[in-house]
T-cell receptor, first 118, second 116 residues
Framework: AQTVTQSQPEMSVQEAETVTLSCTYD???????LFWYKQPPSRQMILVIR??????QNATENRFSVNFQKAAKSFSLKISDSQLGDAAMYFC???????????????FGGGTRVLVKP | GAVVSQHPSRVICKSGTSVKIECRSL??????MFWYRQFPKQSLMLMAT?????????EQGVEKDKFLINHASLTLSTLTVTSAHPEDSSFYIC????????????FGEGSRLTVL
């Protein structure tokens, strides 16, 4: 079974600065997807960024970028120019690329709370 | 992006009663929906996978008779917590998959259940 680990329960960052959230995962599969989701106080899960394992290029979405190290099974998220609205819980998630039941499930890490100081 | 709506957003019930939570995909058809449970300050734990027109697939440790899931149409899945007890109090979140197996997942707003 796949597992996802986020070793940082909480991270604090000054507004306009950069913060990096760590995520490691364990899998025997070669093809899969990795995600970072944001859960603000409203509790609505919002997709931040997505990475396909077969792609070597790291995904970027505006101020959000990832460092995907497939061999090390590491998938960190960098938030640049942090804004007050970035304050939230961030979850790393894994999903198999297999079709059928195995390809349905999202396995989440424990989450990292990001605090943004003005 | 696509919209998934949950109702009710908050519900309080007495111990021993049953509560139904609805999850609707508003602008796409979802053959597969997922139900998660989230305890305070914890991560989301998958409870079951709901497939339109067939029985739900439950994760290990989740009681099928306790958490009844029905996916009667391509836009609606329901989770019924039967004979609720205080330990069932939690935040329940659904997600719906748009398209086939690699389709993107969209999340509902969540439903907070409090059992007195």
């Amino acid at each position: 079974a796949q597992t996802v680990t986020q070793s940082q329960p909480e991270m604090s960052v000054q507004e306009a600065e950069t913060v990096t959230l760590s995520c490691t995962y364990d899998t025997s599969e070669s093809d899969y997807y990795l995600f970072w989701y944001k859960q603000p106080p409203s509790r609505q899960m919002i997709l931040v960024i997505r990475q396909e394992a077969y792609k070597q290029q790291n995904a970027t979405e505006n101020r959000f970028s990832v460092n995907f190290q497939k061999a090390a099974k590491s998938f960190s998220l960098k938030i640049s120019d942090s804004q007050l609205g970035d304050a939230a819980m961030y979850f790393c998630a894994y999903r198999s690329a297999k079709r059928g039941a195995a390809g349905n499930k999202l396995t989440f890490g424990g989450g990292t709370r990001v605090l943004v100081k003005p | 992006g696509a919209v998934v709506s949950q109702h009710p957003s908050r519900v309080i019930c007495k111990s021993g009663t049953s509560v139904k939570i609805e999850c609707r995909s508003l602008d796409f058809q979802a053959t597969t929906m997922f139900w998660y449970r989230q305890f305070p300050k914890q991560s989301l734990m998958l409870m079951a996978t709901s497939n339109e027109g067939s029985k739900a697939t439950y994760e290990q440790g989740v009681e099928k008779d306790k958490f009844l899931i029905n996916h009667a149409s391509l836009t609606l899945s329901t989770l019924t917590v039967t004979s609720a007890h205080p330990e069932d109090s939690s935040f329940y979140i659904c997600s719906a998959r748009r398209g086939q197996s690699t389709g993107e997942l969209f999340f509902g707003e969540g439903s907070r259940l409090t059992v007195l």
